[in-house]
Nanobody, 125 residues
Framework: QVQLVESGGGLVQPGESLRLSCSAP????????VAWFRQAPGKGREGLSC????????YYKDSVKGRFTVSRDNAKTTVYLQMNNLKPEDTAVYYC??????????????????WGQGTQVTVSS
């Protein structure tokens, strides 16, 4: 069983930045594709970004491209989501998700077996 732990959420003003972290204590994420999702009140869970397990290729939802960056540490124990120039519409609960191996449809929540508990991001002046 893989337990994912997210951290780094909080309350920020528009234009500010946050960095979210996703780790699995005791487990290397080297063999997992890891994605970030978010869910705003009354909306479905949407895929934001993904980093592939083998080649480290990254993918982004168009609306966050250029503002969000997904990365992982050299030890491949933690995956990050750097979020810059945050907007009020980015307010949501953010989740990381992991799946062993390669994921073809990275935006689909059903493609991932393991999920974190979520961390709240609120962007408000």
């Amino acid at each position: 069983q893989v337990q994912l732990v997210e951290s780094g959420g909080g309350l920020v003003q528009p234009g500010e930045s946050l960095r979210l972290s996703c780790s699995a204590p005791g487990i290397s994420l080297a063999y997992y594709t890891v994605a970030w999702f978010r869910q705003a009140p009354g909306k479905g869970r949407e895929g934001l970004s993904c980093i592939n397990n083998n080649d480290g290729d990254t993918y982004y939802k168009d609306s966050v491209k250029g503002r969000f960056t997904v990365s992982r540490d050299n030890a491949k124990t933690t995956v990050y989501l750097q979020m810059n120039n945050l907007k009020p519409e980015d307010t949501a609960v953010y989740y990381c998700a992991a799946q062993p191996g390669t994921v073809i449809t990275w935006r689909a929540p059903m493609a991932y077996e393991y999920w974190g508990q979520g961390t709240q991001v609120t962007v408000s002046s």
